[in-house]
């Protein structure tokens, strides 16, 4: 019997997907001002409509902060909806000083939940509904669950269910936060992470002082990338605008402690990973070219063979390699994609492998390599691939050892 016998006669059973229907709406992601953030949330490029996000993290990691900077920068007129169950009225005027656009969102402190789990769902379907929010932020399922009557974590997956059908047929994404214990461990049950779309989980190190944020879980997009999040006296910055804000700068020494810190950063985000996080190793490439060009400047207006000092950046394909005539940079998002705990140790051209071996002993040192090897090809009489070149590099690599360490 042929296939399109048997479906004929199995109505219901089996489909193509190119029968399924699904409204536009999904393929119409929200878009923020910031570009980091929509690649961390879908393929598409922004948040999915629909799509329910659990985010956790220890205390004290930014979720919140994260959640209503995330909503804020939608680019959409209609507001976002902050149910907050966590904060004072003077914790969420503090956050509208320091969160531009909170003072957009509307903001629900009524604890329908509390009076019972009927009153919560004719929010939902009535006012909520009719406002036809651009996002919802539930702040946070815990402190809703530990009000509610009955277990604490079957409450946890009621809310959880009922949020989910709400975002489904709504078509409203919902960020919802969830505590972990400063171990790390989710305080409730693990089946909501299978239950959501995605899982959102925020760090921080305490070192560094640096927070990052990553997917454990993605229906929508993918899950290996970590992204940074800064929280400090002048502002909160997610990924490069930290770095884009001081662009205007040519300290060497103001660069020098900016590439160094994203050169830790990149080296953490390398720990325990099997790949080079590709928007880590951006930046960093990124911020070590700056520095490099900068520090560099005299010798290259003298010296370089590039027809202006300006570098240009690109990320295309799966070669790293200099243009040194335009002064063209490519570090292609493929070849560091190839780069591993294992097959780090085969990168380089053989004459070149004993002195990578000399400053190299892992994955991350290689990547930072790769970048210094490229630069140097912008200087006179160092194109070619011979062993006087990488003495060369390698003779850069010292000089900046401080930065590099």
């Known amino acids: 019997m042929s296939v399109k016998n048997i479906i004929k006669n199995n109505p219901g059973i089996f489909k193509w997907v190119n029968d399924i229907k699904v409204p536009d709406i999904l393929f119409r ?27 956790t993290g220890t205390p004290g990691s930014g979720k919140t902060t994260l959640a209503a900077s995330i909503a804020s920068r939608l680019k959409d007129p209609r507001p976002a909806v902050f149910l907050s169950f966590e904060m004072s009225d003077f914790q969420l005027k503090l956050c509208a000083k320091k969160i531009p656009g909170f003072d957009k969102m509307l903001i629900v402190t009524h604890e329908f939940h509390k009076e019972s789990k009927d009153a919560f769902l004719n929010f939902l ?25 009955g277990s604490n974590n079957n409450n946890q997956c009621w809310i959880t269910d009922k949020l989910t059908a709400w975002a489904k047929e709504s078509y409203v994404p919902v960020l919802m936060i969830g505590h972990c214990t ?3 461990d989710y305080k409730g049950p693990t089946t909501i992470k299978h239950e959501v779309d995605a899982h959102l989980h925020l760090s921080i190190d305490k070192e560094l002082q640096e927070r990052v944020f990553s997917f454990s879980k993605n229906r929508f997009g993918g899950c290996s990338d970590q992204t ?19 662009e205007g700068e040519t ?120 970048v210094i090897h490229e630069f140097c090809h912008l200087f006179k009489g160092r194109q070619k691939h011979v062993k006087a070149f990488y003495n060369f590099v390698s003779r850069t690599w010292t000089e900046n050892k401080g930065v590099l360490a």
């Open 251 to 370: 300290d060497t020494d103001e660069l020098g402690i900016r590439v160094k810190e994203t050169i830790a950063n990149f080296k953490l985000a390398c720990k325990g990973k099997d790949h080079i996080p590709t928007q880590m190793m951006r930046t960093m490439g990124t911020e070590l070219l700056k520095y490099l060009s900068e520090k560099y400047r005299p010798e290259l207006l003298v010296n370089g063979v590039a027809k202006k000092a300006d570098l240009k950046i690109t990320y295309k394909g799966k070669r790293a390699y200099c243009s040194p005539g335009s002064a063209r940079i490519n570090l292609g998002d493929g070849f560091f994609k190839k780069i591993n705990n294992q097959t780090w140790k085969g990168v380089g051209y053989s004459a070149e492998k004993p002195i990578i071996r000399k400053h190299c002993k892992n994955k991350a040192d290689l990547a930072v390599w790769v």
């Open 125 to 149: 379907n009535g006012p909520l509904r009719n406002i036809n929010p651009s996002m919802v932020i539930v702040d946070s399922l815990q402190k809703m669950a530990g009000v509610m009557g």
């Open 29 to 55: 992601p929200l878009k923020t001002d910031c570009p980091e953030i929509d690649k961390a949330f879908s393929e598409m490029g922004g948040i999915t409509p629909s799509c329910m996000v659990l985010m």
């Open 228 to 246: 940074v999040f800064r929280i400090n006296g002048q502002g909160i910055f997610i990924g490069n605008e930290y770095w884009e804000g001081a």
């Open 182 to 184: 400063k171990g790390g």
